[in-house]
């Protein structure tokens, strides 16, 4: 199934540049020959679809430019024989009419390359060393940004420019008058003259924003004036946003001023709604600068190869909070000894390090529950209704290639096609977003997977939501968007758009809570209660996605760990190749579960445990390792959570009375120290950051 969608679309990208191809070929045998109408239309066509393909297919086209025959040569080569096809045309003077087409046509590229400099120019200026979000940075002089087609759309800009140009020449070769392409290309150079006499007023100073010294000044400044004390520490790439994200509302319930800082900087907007300042320093040299800010404790949600800088400052305190815990080993990381502590849900976790025996001390784990599962409702019996909602929510296939990591591979058709044969239930299927970005094979399986679905649904009929649901989750959907999404012009860039996501409106988070849990209600009332649902964005969420289903389908993952808060029926696949006792006494977590084999063969007699208390047999086991896995319920997580970023926060204060005390001392010492440590990092910073500015 995957093959066929992908292989069409090859087989259009290869026709594409088959076409361009053919439209170069017959422009030159129609401009030597000469050929008019030949030359003519191949000139327009070849034109016409570098135009579309620049808005269709960007990325086939950078093929081309890796073997430099990108947009400039392009267009270039298509003007040259442009010029070669009308000196073949009778009743063109290639002295009195042609030599003053060729001059223009020479100055409009001039001017282009002149615009690309100033473009260069204009970039470099509107570069801060940082980047914030929810901050006021108005003092920085932020302006809005120029015209994308000026400023970042080289080849778009070239080729819009030229169909004056190209016009006017084939008026010429129709008409074999040159004042028609004279015209064109006038028309061409005023456009390139003028669109970059207007950008380089971007380099006017009302335009300018601050250098980068001064600009680093006002950062220490208001890191001064807010006075962070606890913050949340992510570096990651684009599809791991949702990593930092899970954590958003629980660091905003910390006592204390919290502040998230972010590595990266398109990871600026990959962050959720959320009221918390976000300061993003992607150069080494300039996050040192939190060591001498009131900032105390840091939270990790991951592991990042920058996560090593930040554990440099020994100002702050570091806990390694993780976005999930599953007894797989990505766990257990031996990182995770360089934290100061490890924040762990409950009692199996801290076993499970100790087990491990990488490194980490028991006495720097701390337990503190999952305070972001207070949304998940509690068990309240078996399914009422004609259906039973089954969530299979898979986990991805992970770095190491090990078989057991997901079901998606060996097990996910077997596990859907044995759902979807009972009348009597609902599927929800949502698999883990990266699936397949490391094996093709869990794509591929993926994607079999959500067309057995759709194949399924097809079959089904029954009673429709009104029209008012829909028009419903349509308001509710708007409501939402204006809440969580800035409205940004097309040209924005990143100062734009620190300029208007500046000090949030009052009540925001609390406003975007509520427009959550309105959308998540409208969206389930939206679709009839017979229909599978596929579910691959990230609304809904996982949690609203347990309140809807009475028993989970996973694999060895945090979701079991979660969903085990609801104490409903759950079962894991074991495609690990282990017997079931080594797979229950490896994995803890799978201990309370219904163990599914690859072919998928204990599906029925799992919804009949679901449907029917009395053949439940699990549900004491549940209990039990939930408190197991997540702690106690009393103090609630959070308040757990909250204690423990206390006492951390009173750590770095010991550490650091007894740094002054030490240091009060020796005359000079601290001075000396500081001096000679930025010296350092500033070396090495240059070393690290080399690779990202080349």
């Excluded at 019996?381 to 039973?388: D, M």
């Excluded at 939501?465 to 012009?489: D, K, V, Y």
């Excluded at 694999?555 to 079931?580: C, F, I, Q, R």
Aim: aromatic share 6%; charged share 20%; glycine share 6%.
């Amino acid at each position: 199934m995957p093959s066929a969608g992908i292989a069409p679309r090859r087989v259009v990208q290869l026709a594409a540049l088959f076409a361009m191809m053919v439209a170069f070929t017959a422009q030159l045998v129609g401009a030597l020959l000469p050929v008019i109408p030949l030359f003519i239309a191949a000139s327009v066509i070849n034109l016409g679809l570098d135009l579309i393909l620049q808005h269709k297919q960007p990325g086939l086209l950078s093929v081309l430019g890796r073997v430099r025959f990108d947009v400039t040569v392009r267009q270039l080569l298509r003007d040259m024989l442009i010029l070669v096809g009308l000196l073949h045309i009778d009743g063109i003077n290639p002295l009195n009419e042609q030599a003053p087409l060729t001059i223009t046509l020479l100055l409009f590229y001039g001017t282009h390359f002149v615009c690309q400099a100033v473009a260069v120019l204009v970039r470099r200026t509107r570069s801060l060393p940082f980047v914030t979000r929810n901050i006021d940075a108005s003092a920085l002089g932020l302006s809005d940004a120029p015209p994308r087609i000026l400023s970042r759309q080289t080849g778009r800009r070239l080729l819009r420019f030229s169909v004056p140009s190209t016009l006017g020449m084939m008026l010429t070769a129709i008409t074999t008058d040159a004042y028609w392409g004279g015209i064109g290309l006038t028309v061409s150079l005023v456009l390139s003259a003028g669109g970059t006499l207007y950008l380089g007023t971007w380099l006017l100073p009302k335009h300018r924003v601050m250098s980068e010294q001064r600009a680093l000044v006002w950062l220490d400044e208001w890191l001064a004036a807010y006075e962070p004390t606890v913050g949340m520490y992510f570096s990651g790439g684009s599809s791991s946003a949702y990593q930092a994200n899970m954590w958003l509302g629980t660091l905003a319930g910390l006592d204390g001023k919290p502040i998230i800082v972010l590595r990266e900087r398109f990871m600026v907007q990959k962050i959720d709604a959320t009221d918390i300042p976000i300061v993003c320093l992607p150069k080494v040299a300039h996050l040192m600068r939190l060591e001498h800010t009131t900032l105390k404790v840091l939270l990790h949600p991951a592991n990042s190869g920058k996560t090593s800088q930040i554990l440099r400052i020994p100002s702050i305190k570091h806990a390694f909070t993780n976005h999930g815990e599953s007894d797989k080993l990505s766990s257990c990381n031996p990182y995770a000894k360089a934290y100061d502590e490890v924040w762990v849900a409950g009692p199996a976790a801290r076993e499970r390090y100790q087990l491990a025996d990488i490194g980490v001390e028991d006495k720097d784990v701390v337990e503190v529950g999952r305070p972001q599962l207070a949304p998940i409702e509690p068990y309240q019996g078996p399914p009422s209704g004609r259906y039973t909602s089954v969530l299979y929510a898979p986990t991805w296939e992970g770095w190491d290639g090990n078989p057991g990591n997901t079901s998606v591979i060996l097990a996910g058709e077997n596990i859907v096609r044995a759902l979807l044969a009972d009348e009597g239930v609902r599927l929800l299927y949502k698999p883990h977003p990266m699936t397949g970005s490391v094996d093709p094979r869990a794509g591929a399986a993926n994607a079999r997977i959500q067309a057995m679905i759709a194949e399924a649904n097809a079959r089904r009929s029954g009673a429709l939501p009104g029209p008012e649901t829909a028009a419903e989750l349509a308001l509710r959907t708007e409501e939402l968007n204006a809440l969580t999404t800035s409205a940004f012009r097309r040209s924005a860039d990143e100062l734009e758009r620190m300029r208007l996501q500046g000090t949030p409106q009052e009540g925001r988070a609390a406003a975007v809570a509520d427009a959550v849990t309105a959308w998540e209600g409208a969206y389930w009332a939206s679709f009839p209660q017979w229909e599978h649902r596929i579910i691959t964005t990230a609304r809904p969420a996982i949690f609203t996605c347990f309140n809807q289903a009475d028993v989970l389908i996973s694999d060895v993952s945090s979701v079991v760990s979660d969903y085990l808060s609801s104490e409903k029926p759950y079962a894991v696949a074991n495609t690990t190749g282990m017997s079931e006792d080594d797979f229950r006494a490896h994995f803890p977590t799978v201990r309370a579960a219904t163990i599914l084999t690859p072919d998928a063969d204990g599906v029925p007699a799992l919804l009949d445990a679901v449907r029917d208390p009395e053949h439940d047999t699990l549900a004491p086991e549940r209990a039990a390792l939930k408190t197991h896995l997540l702690g106690p319920s009393d103090p609630p997580s959070p308040v757990r959570f909250n204690q423990a970023a206390l006492d951390l926060a009173a750590q770095a204060d010991e550490r650091r009375t007894r740094m002054e005390t030490r240091l009060a001392g020796i005359p000079g010492q601290r001075s000396q120290d500081v001096e000679a440590d930025e010296s350092a990092e500033r070396e090495s910073s240059d070393v690290e950051d080399a690779p990202a500015t080349v």
